[in-house]
Nanobody, 124 residues
Framework: QVQLVESGGGLVQPGGSLRLSCAAS????????MGWYRQGPGKQRELVAVITSGGSTNYEDSVKGRFTISRDDAKNTMYLQMNSLKPEDTAAYICNVDGVRRSAFRLATTGPYWGQGTQVTVSS
């Protein structure tokens, strides 16, 4: 099994910054896609940013230029640097990974896996 643990959420004023982390643990050889989703109060879950094993990234339009996704494959950890935060960024931020190879000797992949989420609140 693969476990995901997010950290770094909290309360921040508008215009402030936070850095989220998502650490994956378990039997992992490699991870293809890692991404951040968020779900605000009364809203549907939406994709915020995604990064592939090759380093390609994609962002939801409202966060482009403000958020940066990155990953450290040696640590099986993903990050989300969030700058110029706005009240509308308030949400639970949830880590997702997919295409997990469990062994160097098997091409088959597993996933997706989800974290429990970390709360980000942007308010003055």
């Amino acid at each position: 099994q693969v476990q995901l643990v997010e950290s770094g959420g909290g309360l921040v004023q508008p215009g402030g910054s936070l850095r989220l982390s998502c650490a994956a643990s378990g039997t992992i050889f490699s991870i293809n896609t890692m991404g951040w989703y968020r779900q605000g109060p009364g809203k549907q879950r939406e994709l915020v940013a995604v990064i592939t094993s090759g380093g390609s990234t994609n962002y939801e339009d409202s966060v482009k230029g403000r958020f940066t996704i990155s990953r450290d494959d040696a640590k099986n950890t993903m990050y989300l640097q969030m700058n110029s935060l706005k009240p509308e960024d308030t949400a639970a931020y949830i880590c997702n990974v997919d295409g997990v190879r469990r062994s160097a000797f098997r091409l088959a992949t597993t996933g997706p896996y989800w974290g429990q989420g970390t709360q980000v609140t942007v308010s003055s």
